[in-house]
């Protein structure tokens, strides 16, 4: 079974605080944004249907939704936004790790970026480095809570999963990129709860460390995260 290791830009949404509110719609409103440039219509822009549903699941009220796609078809001003994406290495120089996000300035975000690496004993890698040890893949979480963890795994394989890992009580499902829609809907169709679905990057290997660079390296995701231009955080650090 492949590991998986992903730490959230946008994530626990069952606790969100009203301070975090406020970051996390303006994240998904990006999101949004540039998904709506390859045509505003969420019934022939896969992309942007699956962000607009993220967006709800977070209640992300409605004209919000409306005013950022306006702003990605070019409707309403909006900031020019650009899509990034770093390599990494985390505490200890063997964590490898990417940072995927959207900002309206690369330069003070990879500052920015840079700074919190630092701070944490990592570091930026050269562009690419490493990206070799992963693989895009779908992938959907989906909350098992009362449910038999023998059948739902069942179920997945039916609906047409790749793989299949367990964190707690929620079930992580990976497809093929061009076959996540397909699998969701087959998973909804078999009334599993999804709790998010994206492409994103899965390691090919994932390796062990020390408990106490587990702990530096969960704190430098931690304020990854808190960083407005995040989305995104793969690493190949074993969690367990």
């Not at 719609?25 to 440039?37: E, G, M, Y």
């Not at 940072?99 to 690419?128: D, S, V």
């Amino acid at each position: 079974m492949s590991g998986h290791s992903h730490w959230h830009g946008i994530k626990h949404k069952k606790e969100l605080e009203d301070k975090k509110r406020a970051q996390i719609f303006s994240k998904l409103a990006r999101v949004i944004s540039v998904a709506a440039r390859d045509g505003a219509d969420p019934e022939t822009n896969s992309r942007l249907r699956m962000a607009i549903e993220r967006a709800k699941e977070f209640r992300m009220p409605n004209e919000n939704i409306e005013r950022a796609i306006q702003r990605g078809a070019g409707k309403i001003e909006g900031e020019s936004l650009e899509e990034f994406t770093f390599d990494a290495l985390g505490p200890g120089g063997k964590i490898a790790i990417i940072i995927e996000g959207i900002t309206n300035n690369k330069n003070r975000t990879l500052n920015e970026i840079k700074n919190i690496l630092a701070k944490h004993n990592g570091k930026l890698a050269q562009e690419g480095s490493q990206r070799w040890m992963f693989y895009k893949s779908g992938i959907i979480t989906v909350d098992t809570e009362n449910k038999e963890k023998e059948s739902v795994e069942l179920q997945a394989i039916e609906a047409g999963a790749e793989d299949l890992k367990w964190q707690d009580s929620v079930l992580e499902i990976y497809t093929k990129p061009d076959q996540l829609e397909k699998v969701k809907d087959n998973l909804k169709n078999l009334n599993l709860k999804i709790e998010s679905a994206a492409l994103g990057w899965v390691p090919k290997e994932e390796i062990e460390v020390p408990e106490e660079t587990k702990r530096q390296a969960e704190k430098l995701f931690e304020a990854l995260n808190e960083n407005d231009d995040v989305q995104e955080i793969y690493s190949n650090i074993k969690l367990s």
